[in-house]
Every structure is written in C-alpha cells, then in structure tokens.
C-alpha cells in the first residue's frame, strides 16, 4: 500500500480508494447506482476522497433512508444533469452535506428528508438535509446554488 498525503480532508490515504479492488468497484454492493454517475478514473486517482460513496461507507455509518435518497437523486435528475453537477463546487457542496447528515450517526435524525421518510413521507428530491431546496438550473447554468 502506498500512503502519501493529499490536499482533501482524507489525510494520509491510499492512491487508489480502498472500496476499488482487482478492477471491481465494492461500493456498488452498497449504492448500486453510483455505476451510472462516476466512472474508474475517480476510483484509481487520489480524488477517491471526494466522491460520496466513499465519503458515506468511510464514515462507518449510513441513515437508514441514505439509499432511498441516493435512488431518488439518481432517477429523477435529467440525465444531462449529471454532466452539470460533477463540478468541483457542487461535488463539495453534496460532500459536506453527507458528511454532515448522512453518514453522522448523531445528526442524521436532524435531516429534513429523514423525518419526512420516518413519518411515511417521501421527500421532494430537491429537499437538501438542511431543510432548504437546491434548483437544478441553478447548478446547470453554473450560479450560485440558490436556496429556497
């Protein structure tokens, strides 16, 4: 294993992630659509740190609803906006938010969208942990993210 540091929070990483073994991305086991939005290159590259599956599985917790708002932010973007929300910005921005809700065992119950999945309540996908709303042409036309 080869350690060297990096610029991100990661400290003193591998230079390649961890849930990247033999050619085999292992974090699909976990979010299976993470295939469709990221390609090899993170996973081989010391960018690893940024992306949110490694960001929620390093954690070493997951909300329980973590995969139900994964697949609504999947399958309900337009597809084209994937090209648009991989800048380095936007990936920040979801970054801290997983970090901050997501994979936090203490504060994921603080997560707008978890209370509206624990009352039975399927959250808008646009509804960011915070409670407040991102609008997509916000993030397509590359301004600031606006929130509602």
Known sequence: MV???ISSNCGWNRMSCPYYQDFTRTCIQYFPRVVQHSDFSVCES??????LAFVALHAGFRCKYQNQCLEDLVLNQPVLAKFFIEDDRTIQFFKQMTQKYCSSEQNHVNCACFRLWAQGIHPPVELLPDGKKFRLRDLVLKKEITLE
């Open 3 to 5: 350690l060297r540091p």
């Open 46 to 51: 010391d960018d690893y740190c940024d992306c």
